[in-house]
């Protein structure tokens, strides 16, 4: 059982990602906007931070220089961003703070994603 932090601000989304990892085994904490998910992110302990892009308040982007440059009160596992955008840019630019991978929230099915953040724990 791995500890995932999910920053979403998608209700809909954020339910059903919940859903499918808690019964995937995992304990999921949940943040609903970018100032949310900062502060839980410097607190740190997670094995896995999947960070939407596009945020209020603060975006991913913003989340991962914060937290790059201040260090968190406990370290943290892997990043993943998820995004609908195009990746290449973002990837390129996450990999130099740190982020793992890019997950594409459109093209995957609720099974598909945790697939895919299985491969991240690992």
Do not use: C, W
């Amino acid at each position: 059982m791995a500890k995932i932090l999910l920053i979403e601000d998608e209700e809909f989304l954020r339910d059903i990602y919940l859903e499918v990892l808690t019964s995937a085994g995992h304990e999921v904490d949940l943040a609903e906007d970018g100032l949310e998910g900062f502060k839980k992110t410097k607190k740190g302990g997670y094995d896995l931070v999947l960070l939407d892009v596009m945020l209020p308040e603060m975006d991913g982007r913003q989340i991962l220089l914060e937290v790059t440059s201040t260090k968190p009160e406990k370290p943290n596992g892997a990043y993943v961003y998820m995004t609908n955008l195009s990746h290449e840019t973002l990837f390129e630019e996450g990999k130099k703070l740190g982020v793992k991978g890019v997950i594409i929230k459109s093209e995957l099915t609720p099974d598909q994603f945790v697939n895919q953040v299985e491969t991240f724990l690992k």
